[in-house]
């Protein structure tokens, strides 16, 4: 299995600051990595895909970036409404696997 | 827009096998990837497998076989079941689409179940 650190656990942050979360991967991915934000009691919904895609709807504040085994989400600008858990996951390989969660307080 | 809705028991006695569906609302489930992925209470998510192609499956070699999904295109939903389950498989469930983007886009809300006698 593709293991995934994901770092920091958790972070405060203010509203306005850019604010960074890094997922390593245990191999090399290409570029097939993204991210999701959850929020208490709901599903997670996706933010990027295939490491650096926006996905329709999210705010461009949101950003991804990265290769290979080392990949980053920004926030530009955080917003009270970005409160949430961040959550990385891989789909190169079988079993997909998900990084243990940052989780943004602002 | 693809809407997923989770359905099943909300307990499960240990041992005995968990069973639910994802009823698929706003596209045909025929050639596509549909997953399970749970979570522990206040824990990360886990890929439990998908069902793609109508009856091909991939699971995560983790669940050791107890895992069985199938999908059932007259209703349009998919299943899961899990076997012997003990009270670390006290999860909420969530049915997803695995996209042609391999993201998963679309999410039902997600179902707790608690094994617990």
């Known amino acids: 299995d593709i293991q995934m650190t994901q770092f920091p656990s958790s972070l405060s942050a203010s509203v306005g600051d850019r604010v960074t979360i890094t997922c390593r991967t245990s191999?090399?991915?290409?570029?097939?990595l993204n991210w999701y934000q959850q929020k208490p009691g709901k599903a997670p919904q996706l933010l990027i895909y295939g490491t650096s895609n926006l996905f329709r709807g999210v705010p461009s504040t949101f950003s991804g970036s990265g290769s290979a085994t080392e990949f980053t989400l920004t926030i530009s600008s955080l917003q009270p409404e970005d409160s949430a858990t961040f959550y990385c996951?891989?789909?190169?390989?079988?079993?997909?696997?998900f990084g243990q969660g940052t989780t943004v307080e602002v | 827009q693809v809407q997923l809705q989770e359905s099943g028991p909300g307990l499960v006695k240990p041992s005995e096998t968990l069973s639910l569906s994802c009823s698929v609302s706003?596209?045909?489930?025929?050639?596509?990837?549909w997953s399970w992925i749970r979570q522990p209470p206040g824990g990360g998510l886990e890929w439990i497998g998908y069902?793609?192609?109508?009856?091909?499956?991939k699971y995560n070699p983790s669940f050791n076989d107890r895992v069985a999904m199938s999908t059932d295109t007259s209703q349009n939903r998919f299943s899961l079941n899990l076997s012997s389950v003990t009270p670390a498989d006290t999860a909420v469930y969530f049915c997803?689409?695995?996209?042609?983007?391999?993201?998963?886009?679309?999410w039902g809300q997600g179902i707790l179940v608690t094994v617990s006698s």
């Open positions: 191999q090399a991915i290409s570029s097939s």
């Open positions: 997803a689409h695995f996209s042609a983007a391999n993201s998963y886009i679309y």
């Open positions: 706003g596209g045909p489930i025929d050639n596509y990837y």
């Open positions: 069902v793609f192609y109508g009856r091909r499956t």
């Open positions: 996951q891989q789909s190169y390989s079988i079993p997909h696997t």
